[in-house]
Every structure is written in C-alpha cells, then in structure tokens.
C-alpha cells in the first residue's frame, strides 16, 4: 500500500504538489490522472524517496521508502523510459541494475521475455525505439519482483500492441495482489486499464475513487 499524506513540494515560486492525500491499495489497478505539469511525476519521485517534500509524507507500507536499503525488491518504478544510458545493451543494462541490488542474474533473462525484448538484449539501448525504451523500463521496475510498482505515462511510445499488452500486464500485476500505481494525462487510457482512479491538477487533489464512479457521473 501506498499512503500520501499531506504532500507537498515547492520549487522556489512554483507549488508542483500541494498538500496531496490519497492512498493507493493493492490488488488492483490505480489511475493517476491529471493533464502536464499537474504533479504526478514529482508525487511518483517523492513516494520513491528521490525527490525530498517541502512538507507531508509518502510511505509503501507503512515506512518511507529507502532504494538504497529495500531497493527494487519492495518498490519498482518505470520513470523517465528516456533516461537510460544509451551505450550499453540491454541485457547489460539490467545485469548492472540486478548486480546492484543483489538480485539473481536469472532475473534479466526473465524479465526480458516478459517484456518481449528477449530478441534485442544484446542491442544497444541508443538505437531502441521509445516503446522499446519503455519495455526496458518496465523489465527493470519487475526486476525484483516487487509488490509495489509505479508507472510514469508508460504508454507513451507504444504501439496499439504494445498498449494492448501493457494493460493485461497491469491487469495480471494487480491480480497477483501487487500495487501498481499508473500515470497519464488522458482518461481515454484509464477506461480500460484501472480500477480505480485518483486525478490531480496544478498540485492538488481533485477526485479519488472508483473508476465506476466516474463512468456513472459522465465524467
Ligand atoms: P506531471 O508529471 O503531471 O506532468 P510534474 O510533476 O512533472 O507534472 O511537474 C509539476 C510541476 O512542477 C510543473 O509545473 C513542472 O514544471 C514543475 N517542476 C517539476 N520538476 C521541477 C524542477 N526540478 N524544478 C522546477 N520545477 C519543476
Ligand atoms: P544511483 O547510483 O545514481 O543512486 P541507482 O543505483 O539508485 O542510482 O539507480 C541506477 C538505475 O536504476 C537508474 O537508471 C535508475 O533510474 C534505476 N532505478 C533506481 N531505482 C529504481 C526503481 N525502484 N525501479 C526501477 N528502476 C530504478
């Protein structure tokens, strides 16, 4: 479980998140929803202990996280897809990742099937699409087999396949009792994918309930 409590940082005059509280259960899906620039990539770093709040606090199960002690055994994320150093494979990428956290090496190769990048471990990341990006961020957010996980607009870059199997990977994390926290701009990608939702805008808490909820109200 996830509790955000309170939450709020400032970047000089700019409030990215102000006074956040929500709380995110296992077992299904949640929708973290709001246009650009609303939060929820700063909400996602502060409940992963990389971005310090201005005031508030954000747990998984019960204690701040720390990735330097629990790591990605407790708590994956998929960030910024981007953000990965390019020169390296990306068997490579996720054998430093595994090595990092005490992880077994079988790991990578399983987590590479999972995703479907089985066939391009030993490419280099530099010349991946954005999807494929995307599929090595979510291998190595599963890399520790997690029962928390956190996805920053991982939809972006996918194919419609890609979509398709990105939502029953959810899907199944959900099943499996995880919790699986969701970001992205645009309902449309909620309606088939969460359970439940919880919507931000400019910082601040606008909605938090089941996706049924909204549906009743036309929302
Ligand atoms: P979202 O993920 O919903 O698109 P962000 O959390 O990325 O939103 O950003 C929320 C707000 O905080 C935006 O106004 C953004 O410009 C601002 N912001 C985010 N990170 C920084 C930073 N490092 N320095 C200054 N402003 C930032
Ligand atoms: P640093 O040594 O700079 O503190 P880390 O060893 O924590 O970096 O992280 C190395 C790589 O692992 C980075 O690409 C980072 O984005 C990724 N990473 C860190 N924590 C997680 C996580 N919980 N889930 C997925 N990837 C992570």
Redesign the pocket.
């Known amino acids: 479980m996830i509790e955000v409590n309170e939450l709020t940082k400032r970047y000089g005059a700019v409030t990215a998140v102000n006074g956040l509280t929500f709380t995110v259960r296992p077992g299904r899906v949640t929708g973290f929803l709001g246009p650009n620039g609303a939060g929820k990539s700063t909400t996602m770093r502060m409940i992963?202990g990389?971005n310090r709040p201005t005031s508030g606090s954000a747990t998984i199960d019960g204690h701040p996280f720390d990735?330097?002690k629990a790591?990605?055994r407790h708590?994956?994320?998929?960030?910024d897809a981007g953000?990965?150093?390019g020169g390296r494979t990306a068997a490579a990428h996720l054998h430093a990742?595994a090595r990092?956290n005490g992880l077994p090496r079988r790991r990578v190769a399983e987590v590479l099937e999972e995703v479907g990048l089985a066939g391009v471990a030993r490419r280099r990341i530099a010349g991946f699409s954005l999807g494929m990006r995307q599929r090595l961020?979510i291998a190595?957010?599963l890399?520790g087999d997690?029962p928390v996980l956190l996805f920053d607009e991982p939809v972006n870059g996918l194919d419609p396949e890609g979509v398709r199997w990105v939502r029953g990977l959810f899907r199944r994390l959900a099943a499996e009792g995880r919790t699986v926290l969701v970001s992205s701009h645009l309902m449309s990608e909620m309606e088939n994918t969460a359970d439940h939702l919880v919507v931000i805008g400019r910082g601040e808490l606008i909605a938090a309930q089941a996706l049924a909820a909204f549906a009743a109200r036309g929302a």
């Open positions: 992963l990389l990735r330097h790591g990605l708590a994956g994320a998929l960030l953000d990965v150093h990742l990092g961020g190595a957010a890399l997690p």
